[in-house]
């Protein structure tokens, strides 16, 4: 029985699955977006957010917190100096989750998850701006 036994296992062990999930995470904030399986998004999406989260509280305690988890610590320094200050007006929920469809390989779920205020949209406005000046022509 699986009661109280909650996240996924994501087909790894426990060492595994958490240097994982820490590399997904330090890529995310590190980059502000990245292309992932629908379930991994689903399961770094909280971590992440907590590491902004901390990044909002910006004590000795959270620092060191940070620092622990994330595996850079110029990434570390990202946390607490531009993207906390950026979701400091916000209470939780600091990214997005983008389903793409299958992979074609292996039919996995594949998904966007990216922290708000990334460009996406103004890079997919930008391509329909190109697509159709390319018609026109």
């Known amino acids: 029985m699986r009661h109280r036994n909650a996240g996924r296992?994501?087909?790894r062990n426990t060492s595994h699955?958490?240097?994982?999930?820490?590399?997904?995470?330090?890529?995310l904030l590190e980059h502000g977006r990245l292309m992932t399986?629908?379930?991994?998004?689903?399961e770094v999406r909280p971590l992440a957010e907590r590491m902004i989260t901390l990044g909002k509280r910006d004590n000795l305690s959270a620092r060191r917190q940070v620092?622990?988890?994330l595996l850079k610590d110029a990434t570390a320094q990202k946390v607490f100096s531009t993207i906390a200050?950026?979701?400091a007006d916000r209470n939780g929920g600091?990214?997005?989750i983008i389903k793409l469809g299958n992979r074609k390989g292996?039919?996995?779920?594949?998904?966007?998850?990216?922290l708000l205020g990334s460009d996406l949209e103004a890079k997919?406005?930008?391509?329909a701006k190109k697509a159709q000046e390319k018609e026109a022509k």
Do not use: C, W
């Open 9 to 11: 296992k994501l087909s």
């Open 17 to 27: 699955r958490r240097a994982l999930l820490r590399n997904l995470v330090t890529s």
């Open 37 to 42: 399986t629908l379930h991994k998004a689903k």
């Open 67 to 69: 620092h622990s988890y």
């Open 85 to 87: 200050p950026q979701f």
């Open 94 to 96: 600091y990214s997005r």
């Open 106 to 114: 292996d039919g996995a779920d594949l998904a966007i998850i990216e």
């Open 124 to 127: 997919k406005a930008e391509r």
